[in-house]
C-alpha cells in the first residue's frame, strides 16, 4: 500500500473511532446505570451478560475454526456488522423488559464480535508492526477524546433531562451518531483483507498460549471491575448517578494521557503499568468517599492503557508467527471469553462488593504472574527462563486439558453404560410382568 494510500486509511480510521468514541459514551457507558436506575441488580445485570457473551463466545470459535469466512466478501459483512452494533441500542432504550433487553443486547454483541475481527483484520493486514503501534495509539487518543465529549454530554443530559425520558433520549442520540461511524468505514479501503492468507498452523504456539493467558486475565478483571464499581458507587457509598458515571469520565479523559505516554515506549517499560493496575482495586475498596473513585479511575485509565496496549503490540510484533486473521479472531475471543468469565462473579456473590474487589485483586496478580514471567519482551526473568516457563506452562495445560477431556469422555461412557444396563434392567421387569401376567390369565 503506498504511504498515501496508509495515510489515508489511518484518517478513515481514526475518523470512524472518533465518531464511535461518542456513541459508545451515551449507550455503552450508561448501560450499567440505566439497568440500575430501572430496578436490575448485579446479578441480573451480570446474568444478561452471560446470554450474550455465551452467543458472541460460540461465535467467535466457529470464526475461530472456520476462519475463512472472514475474508469473503469483506465490505457487505464489514459494513452490516458495523450498523448492526449501533441499531439495537434503540430497542434497549424503549423498554424495561429484560428478556427484550437481553436479546438485542445479545444480537448487538454477536455484530460487535464480527466487526471487531473484521476491524482487527483491517488494521493487522495493512500495517507492519511500527504502523499498527502507531494506529493503536492514533485510535485510543481520539476515541478517549470524543468519549470524553460524549461522557459530558451524557452526564449534562442526565442532570437535566426528565427521568421518564432521559435514557431513551441518550440512546436513541448514541445510536444514530454511532451510524456516522459506519459511514466513515465505507471509505476503507479493504482490498488487503480479501488477500490475508490463512497459515495451516500457529508457529511458536506456547508464546500464543501465554500472551494469551495474560491478556484474559487482564481483560477479566477489567470486566468484573466494570460490572459492579457504579453499582457499588449508587448502592453502597449512595452516589448520585452522574458521579457513577463521572467514574467513565475521568477513566477515560486519563486514556488519553495513557495514549501517549506508552505508545512509543519499549515492551519492557510495560511492567510499571502491570504492576500499577494492583493498586485501583485496593484504593476502591478501602476509600468510601464517591468524589475519591474519580481520581482512582483516572489512575487506572492511565496504567489499564498501558496494560491493554502491551497485549495488542506483542500480537503486532508476532503476527508473522501466529497469522494475521487468526490473531484478528482471537483479539475478539479473548474479549468475548474475560466477559464471560467476568459475570459468574456478579452471579454468584450478588452484592458481597468485598469478595469481587479481592476476585479482581487476585485476576490482576494473575495477570502480572503470567507477563512477569513467561513472556520474554517484559519478563522479570531472563528470555530463555521466560520461554521456558512459557512452554512448560503450555504442555502442563494441554496435560491437563487432554487429561479433562479424557475423563469427561470415560465419565460418559460410563453413565452411557449404566444408563443402558438400567434400561435393559427395566425391560427385563416389564417382560417378566407380562409373562407374570399371561400365565395368570
Known amino acids: 500500500m503506498a504511504v498515501k494510500g496508509i495515510m489515508r486509511l489511518k484518517l478513515v480510521l481514526t475518523l470512524e473511532i472518533a465518531f464511535a468514541g461518542i456513541y459508545l459514551a451515551l449507550t ?8 440500575t436506575s430501572i430496578g436490575f441488580t448485579v446479578g441480573y445485570i451480570s446474568a444478561m451478560v452471560v446470554a450474550s457473551s455465551i ?8 470464526l475461530y475454526k472456520f476462519p475463512k469466512f472472514m475474508v469473503r466478501k469483506v465490505r457487505m459483512k464489514f459494513i452490516l456488522a458495523h450498523a448492526g452494533e449501533r441499531i439495537f441500542w434503540i430497542p434497549i432504550a424503549l423498554t424495561s423488559n429484560i428478556y427484550v433487553i437481553t436479546a438485542s443486547y445479545t444480537v448487538l454483541s454477536i455484530s460487535s464480535t464480527v466487526l471487531g475481527v473484521f476491524m482487527n483484520l483491517l488494521i493487522y493486514s495493512s500495517f507492519d508492526e511500527a504502523g499498527i503501534r502507531d494506529i493503536t495509539a492514533k485510535r485510543t487518543a481520539a476515541y478517549n477524546l470524543t468519549n470524553v ?3 459530558i454530554l ?9 427521568p421518564e425520558i432521559k435514557f431513551q433520549t441518550i440512546f436513541i442520540m448514541g445510536s444514530l451518531i454511532g451510524l456516522l461511524s459506519t459511514a466513515m468505514i465505507t471509505f476503507a479501503d479493504m482490498s488487503k483483507m480479501e488477500e490475508v ?6 508457529e511458536r504456539p506456547e508464546q500464543f498460549f501465554s500472551i494469551s493467558s495474560f491478556l484474559l486475565a487482564f481483560l477479566t478483571s477489567s470486566n468484573l471491575l466494570g460490572i459492579f464499581w457504579q ?7 449512595r452516589a448520585p448517578d452522574y458521579v457513577a458515571a463521572g467514574i467513565n469520565f475521568a477513566g477515560t479523559f486519563a486514556s488519553i494521557l495513557g495514549s501517549a505516554l506508552w505508545a512509543k515506549r519499549s515492551l519492557r517499560t510495560f511492567r ?3 504492576a500499577s493496575s494492583l493498586i485501583t482495586p485496593i484504593a476502591a475498596i478501602l476509600i468510601p468517599i464517591p468524589s475519591v473513585h474519580i481520581g482512582i479511575s483516572a489512575f487506572n485509565g492511565v496504567v489499564g492503557t498501558g496494560a491493554a496496549f502491551l497485549g495488542n503490540f506483542l500480537f503486532a510484533r508476532y503476527l508473522s508467527r501466529f497469522g494475521i486473521l487468526r490473531s484478528s479472531i482471537i483479539m475478539i475471543l479473548l474479549s468475548n471469553l474475560s466477559q464471560l468469565l467476568a459475570t459468574p462473579f456478579g452471579i454468584i456473590f450478588g452484592q458481597d462488593y468485598m469478595i469481587l474487589f479481592i476476585s479482581v485483586l487476585l485476576l490482576m496478580i494473575s495477570s502480572n504472574f503470567l507477563a512477569l514471567l513467561t513472556i520474554p519482551e517484559v519478563a522479570m526473568v531472563p528470555a530463555h527462563a521466560a520461554r521456558t516457563y512459557s512452554y512448560l506452562l503450555y504442555t502442563t495445560s494441554l496435560m491437563g486439558y487432554s487429561l479433562i477431556v479424557e475423563t469427561t469422555v470415560e465419565a460418559i461412557t460410563l453413565t452411557l453404560r449404566l444408563l443402558a444396563l438400567a434400561l435393559i434392567l427395566i425391560i427385563l421387569y416389564i417382560l417378566y410382568r407380562f409373562v407374570w401376567f399371561l400365565a395368570t390369565i
Not at 197 to 202: T, W
Open 28 to 35: 455503552r457507558s450508561l448501560l450499567v446505570i440505566y439497568l
Open 149 to 151: 465529549i460524549g461522557l
Open 272 to 274: 510499571i503499568a502491570l
Open 55 to 62: 452467543a458472541s463466545l460460540i461465535l467467535s470459535i466457529i
Open 231 to 237: 453499582p457499588y458507587l449508587m448502592n453502597v457509598l
Open 197 to 202: 492468507k490463512i497459515p495451516p498452523a500457529i
Open 154 to 162: 451524557s452526564i449534562f443530559l442526565l442532570a437535566i433531562l426528565p
